[in-house]
């Protein structure tokens, strides 16, 4: 039989261990959620972009003459309540620095609207921009313009060339 003084020196060894294990524990939980939360910051967002299959009419309030061709990559950005969307695109600017300034409130960005070509807008790219029949045929097959609208389109892309 064991003795009195080795079985309190056993109890104490035992009693011991369980603090040393508990803490083994928790440095093991601390490790593990930092290790989340590092992986919840730093990890990289889903992009979510439209590739476009018709052009696009580009406008400001003062102009609208530019067009967004087919196959270009829309960057996703957010939504608003009014109903419309905001996407990035990016260029690239070859050899032609263009003198930067600070926009003093980055929440007045100064957007361009896009938006499917309307019959007079199809009409005066026509007139001012060379169109493939490709991009046109692409254009006319959204399904914005009426019947009307597209046989009228039709002969101005044909007297223009």
């Known amino acids: 039989m064991m003795s009195r003084r080795k079985r309190l020196k056993l109890r104490n060894l035992r009693i011991m261990k369980i603090p040393g294990t508990i803490l083994s524990f928790l440095g093991g939980a601390t490790a593990a959620s930092l290790l989340i939360c590092v ?62 300034e600070n926009l003093p409130d980055p929440t007045m960005i100064a957007p361009l609207e896009a938006a499917p070509f309307r019959q007079e807008a ?15 045929d692409t254009i006319l097959s959204t399904g914005y313009l009426s019947k009307d609208e597209i046989k009228e389109v039709l002969n101005e892309f044909v007297a223009s060339r």
């Open 39 to 100: 992986y919840l910051v730093w990890k990289p967002a889903t992009v979510k972009i439209h590739r476009l299959a018709a052009p696009l009419q580009l406008g400001t309030k003062e102009a609208s003459n530019g067009l967004l061709p087919v196959g270009t990559t829309l960057y996703y950005d957010t939504s608003f309540p009014e109903g419309f969307s905001r996407y990035k695109i990016y260029v690239n600017i070859d050899r032609m620095p263009l003198p930067l």
């Open 122 to 136: 199809l009409l005066k790219l026509l007139r001012n921009h060379p169109l493939t029949r490709k991009d046109l």
